[in-house]
């Protein structure tokens, strides 16, 4: 059997020892007024000292992981960079949250991570108007939104965000024009939207904190694939946080952080010609053109 250095086997009285140690740990959430926290407490204690029983955590690797939780911390600055967003993310977490909290109904689109870029209050944009003010190859994304019935939503608001052909978003590369491949677009009468954009190119996650550290001790890659954010918002219905993802990417079976839904993947196909919206939004061919329909569940 291994055992880290400094570690001899256990008896059964180290065993009794130990367990009184966890069970006095979580017992002591016993009196919290709030029954949801005193759940909550309770059970993260008692997973947070069955993982420390299970690996038998040296004195050495405790301080280890305090380091790490405390770069962490100190990474993020409240604005751009969320270090623990990232870490939730890269361990997966964010996207059983998602999953939890999104028990929707089949035909509804599905969900998936929000991610850390996301700039509230970005330019209201015409419909097919161009959010992209920084090279790339030429889109058009077009679509409706509609209601698990399939009615359409007219009015509405799609918040998109994507990066730029560097990998970086507007806002993260202070070199990028404001509002460059952000805005806010909405729905018309018949529950059609446009999007004049460029494709979406994969990007590495940021790696230089120690999420990152981590990211490389464990041999993994931080690519995320190719995508395209929405956060879709209609009065009456559940508000919507999703990607579009480029269905030829090759990250899509290995997201840094878990997100890739098959139901969400898009073909940017080759327009030689235009099509019926093209010409008049002055866009030139050839371009590529990704159609999606979006289906909003009532609230
Ligand atoms: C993103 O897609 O913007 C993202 C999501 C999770 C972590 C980092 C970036
Ligand atoms: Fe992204």
Redesign the pocket.
């Known amino acids: 059997m291994y055992l880290p250095i400094g570690i001899t086997t256990m008896t059964d009285q180290d065993k009794a020892i130990e367990s009184r140690i966890s069970e006095k740990a979580v017992d002591s959430f016993n009196d919290a007024p709030n029954a949801r926290y005193k759940q909550i407490m309770r059970s993260l204690v008692r997973h947070l000292h069955a993982f420390v029983s299970e690996v038998e955590l040296t004195e050495q690797e405790w301080f280890e992981g305090i380091r790490f939780l405390t770069e962490t911390g100190h990474k993020c600055d409240g604005l751009v960079r969320q270090e623990f ?2 870490l939730s ?2 361990l997966g977490v ?1 996207m059983l949250v998602d999953a939890i909290n999104h028990r929707h109904s089949a035909s509804a689109t599905d969900t998936t ?5 996301y700039i509230e209050g970005m330019p209201e944009r015409e419909f097919g108007e161009n959010m992209a003010f920084t090279p790339g190859e030429a889109a058009l994304v077009r679509g409706r939104v509609v209601d698990t019935q399939g009615k359409p939503l007219a009015d509405a608001v799609l918040d998109v ?1 994507q ?1 730029a052909e560097n990998g970086m ?1 507007s806002g993260q590369d202070t070199e990028q024009p404001f509002g460059n491949l952000r805005g806010r677009y909405r729905t018309d009468a018949n529950g059609y939207f446009a999007i004049r954009t460029i494709v979406p190119v994969c990007y590495p ?2 790696t230089d904190g120690p999420v990152g550290r981590m990211l490389d001790a464990a041999n993994r890659h931080p690519w ?1 694939p190719a ?1 395209l ?1 929405f956060m879709i918002d209609a009065p009456g219905y559940r508000k919507l946080v999703t ?1 579009l993802f480029n269905h030829d990417d090759p990250y899509l079976d290995s997201d ?2 878990f ?1 890739v839904k098959h139901s969400l993947q898009v073909i940017y196909e080759d327009r030689v010609s235009h099509d019926d919206l093209s010409a008049d939004l002055g866009m030139q061919v050839p371009f590529k053109r990704a159609c999606y329909e979006f289906v909003m569940e009532a609230e």
């Not at 991570?113 to 870029?117: L, T």
């Open positions: 967003i990232l993310d890269t964010s991570v929000f991610g850390p870029f965000w990066t978003y996650i940021p995320r995508h954010h990607h840094a952080v997100g």
